[in-house]
């Protein structure tokens, strides 16, 4: 059983920065892959970034080289440093971890970028 809380969201201007935060939380803290969807009003849920205990690491074309995700030692904590936003950047994002055969979500953070 995993719980997650998402944190960082909120207003900034286009090329601006964004850091937002994800920690893990229940009787287990062994989660093999952490990352971030995000969904904007009428599109679908994407995968932007993911981080795997195994140190991989993926990112959508559209934020490769402007967005870095992390994970601390303990793997708790999930990061997602956004740099160089773009309106289109705009959207609700969402912690995601996968557990074993489980997945599971948070409850999402609002990020808009405008001027």
Same mark, same amino acid.
């Given at each position: 059983q995993v719980q997650l809380v998402e944190s960082g969201g909120g207003l900034v201007q286009p090329g601006g920065?964004?850091?937002l935060s994800c920690v893990a939380s229940g009787r287990d803290f062994e989660i093999n %892959?952490? @990352?971030w969807y995000r969904q904007a009003p009428g599109k679908e849920r994407e995968l932007v970034a993911g981080h795997s205990t +195994? +140190?991989?690491t993926?990112? =959508?074309d559209s934020v490769? @080289?402007?967005f870095t995700v992390s994970r601390d030692n303990t793997n708790k904590w999930?990061?997602?440093?956004m740099n160089s936003l773009k309106p289109e950047d705009? =959207? %609700?994002y969402y912690c995601n971890a996968q557990q074993g055969g489980n997945n599971y979500w948070g409850q999402g953070t609002q990020v808009t970028v405008s001027s």
């Amino acid at each position: 059983q995993v719980q997650l809380v998402e944190s960082g969201g909120g207003l900034v201007q286009p090329g601006g920065s964004l850091r937002l935060s994800c920690v893990a939380s229940g009787r287990d803290f062994e989660i093999n %892959i952490m @990352g971030w969807y995000r969904q904007a009003p009428g599109k679908e849920r994407e995968l932007v970034a993911g981080h795997s205990t +195994g +140190g991989r690491t993926y990112y =959508a074309d559209s934020v490769k @080289g402007r967005f870095t995700v992390s994970r601390d030692n303990t793997n708790k904590w999930v990061y997602l440093q956004m740099n160089s936003l773009k309106p289109e950047d705009t =959207a %609700i994002y969402y912690c995601n971890a996968q557990q074993g055969g489980n997945n599971y979500w948070g409850q999402g953070t609002q990020v808009t970028v405008s001027s």
